[in-house]
């Protein structure tokens, strides 16, 4: 007679995944607090990864694929010819194109386009005679192909299935052999083997490392689509991300028509690199000049409005910095960013105060990131101090001016990476003249004054030169 499996229960941390059979108010993973979720898993009777695995598994790609103990240095290390599709921003998030046997995970807001790149993709992979599956536990074959046909995209080829039980589509991989399995999306996947409900941490689990140990085996190429939190975080248990080879973010306005790609892991390539969309009637569209799109509802002789040139991974971009900066009626002014850091521009405030001697403690001040893309790196400190300064003044920055540099707390203006090619990006889309830190200082360009500068005083002497009188405290 079978031995019946057992349900044992577990906790499970759902910001990273540590799993215990005692429960902690406190991950001891993680250290986040009330996080321990409760779930059973019934116990089969034998280790549901102990199968065979007969065939040869890519020595590139292989998870955990043999136990035997090599010398590293005899492993030929080979470079993986990369897929070309012919969508150039999707490719570029990707760090050069779609690797066979990769393992892909792309989340963002409900409505953002997850689905409708993903379908547009596909159909080029089967263009060029890639075998695809397509596999959706949201959506019915008719909505899927009422989608394709509004998007004019070619489906013939494209295999389709409807189905959320992991096992049965674990069968048609193997028995279609495709070269592409697209999951749309994870949280909706769920394994016999388990008897917790689908989207839960145990489920996501257990599907996502089945399905990327069978890519790994077999060299397929797996695209997850993941759901998100409200606070925009990838939903289910951190776990997930780690085992992955790259993870994509779709950011943006979902009022907007225009969307970001952007990649913060990347096994094949560089992390931070960005796809910039247009939504269309017609499906997302790559925009080739982003600077220009940034920059493109700029006026002249606006006062609080700085061009910074921003680097995203490789690929310098232009955006606009406003600012406005106006009397507060409140005890405790405001201090309101959109796409930069809050708590950087406390502190780029209280050294505005120390060092250049312009108080706000009296001022609301509110600054935007132009475009809905979201700064991280500090390089935009001199361009969000400038347009502060711009806004308190009334005095406009002109058109043709672009600036970048780290701002310290001695008010010292800090180089920062790659300012040769930014200052490059600049030059050629028509700005004539550049603030940079001293130590970014190169040579003149043609048709271009660059501006070197030490501290923040000489950056804004720099900027608004007899603009600014002694009255508003400049050489005080």
């Known amino acids: 007679m079978a031995a019946k499996s057992k349900n044992r229960t577990y906790w499970v941390c759902s910001e990273c995944g540590y799993d215990t059979v005692k429960w902690f108010g406190q991950c001891p993973s993680c250290k986040a607090y009330n996080t321990m979720k409760e779930f059973k898993v019934a116990e089969p009777s034998q280790n549901r990864y102990a199968r065979a695995e007969e065939d040869s598994q890519p020595a590139h790609l292989a998870l955990a694929g043999t136990s035997d103990i090599l010398d590293l240095s005899d492993v030929k290390a080979e470079e993986v010819a990369r897929i070309h599709i012919g969508f150039s921003e999707l490719e570029r998030?990707?760090?050069?194109?779609?690797?066979?046997?990769?393992?892909?995970?792309?989340?963002?807001?409900?409505?953002?386009?997850?689905?409708?790149?993903?379908?547009?993709?596909?159909?080029?992979?089967?263009?060029?005679?890639?075998?695809?599956?397509?596999?959706?536990?949201?959506?019915?074959?008719?909505?899927?192909?009422?989608?394709?046909?509004?998007?004019?995209?070619?489906?013939?080829?494209?295999?389709?299935?409807?189905?959320?039980?992991?096992?049965?589509?674990?069968?048609?991989?193997e028995s279609q052999q495709p070269q592409w399995v697209v999951i749309d999306s994870i949280q909706t996947m769920f394994s016999d083997a388990l008897s917790a409900a689908p989207g839960s941490v145990s489920q996501v689990k257990e599907c996502a490392a089945r399905l990327t140990r069978l890519a790994k085996r077999k060299g397929i190429g797996v695209i997850f689509v993941g759901h998100v939190t409200k606070e925009g975080a990838m939903a289910g248990p951190r776990v997930l991300e780690h085992m992955v080879d790259t993870v994509l973010y779709f950011e943006g306005d979902t009022e907007s028509n225009y969307r970001i790609l952007r990649a913060c892991k990347n096994r094949f390539g560089s992390v931070n690199e960005i796809g910039v969309f247009g939504m269309t009637d017609k499906g997302l569209r790559g925009v080739r000049n982003p600077s220009a799109l940034f920059l493109a509802e700029r006026r002249e002789g606006v006062s609080g409005s700085v061009t910074f040139i921003n680097l995203e991974g490789t690929r310098p971009i232009l955006i606009e910095i406003q600012a406005l900066v106006d009397k507060s009626m409140l005890p405790n002014p405001k201090r309101l960013t959109v796409g930069t850091d809050s708590q950087r521009l406390t502190m780029l405030l209280a050294i505005l105060h120390r060092h250049v001697s312009l108080a706000t403690y009296d001022q609301d001040v509110f600054l935007n990131a132009v475009g809905g893309i979201k700064i991280t790196e500090t390089a935009s400190d001199l361009p969000v101090l400038i347009s502060i300064v711009s806004s308190m003044t009334n005095h406009a920055v002109s058109n043709k001016t672009a600036m970048f540099g780290e701002v310290g707390l001695g008010g010292e203006i800090r180089p920062v990476s790659r300012g040769q090619e930014r200052i490059k990006e600049a030059a050629k889309l028509g700005f004539t003249r550049i603030i940079v830190p001293k130590k970014n200082k190169v040579a003149e360009l043609l048709g271009v004054e660059i501006v070197p500068v030490e501290n923040l005083r000489e950056a804004v002497k720099a900027v608004f030169g007899s603009q600014v009188s002694q009255a508003e405290s400049f050489d005080s």
């Open 93 to 173: 998030a990707l760090g050069g194109g779609f690797v066979p046997g990769s393992v892909v995970l792309i989340g963002g807001d409900p409505g953002i386009g997850k689905s409708t790149l993903l379908l547009q993709s596909m159909c080029k992979m089967v263009g060029l005679g890639q075998v695809c599956l397509y596999a959706s536990g949201e959506e019915s074959p008719t909505q899927v192909a009422l989608r394709a046909k509004r998007l004019e995209v070619d489906t013939k080829g494209l295999k389709f299935v409807s189905e959320i039980q992991l096992e049965k589509i674990e069968s048609i991989i």
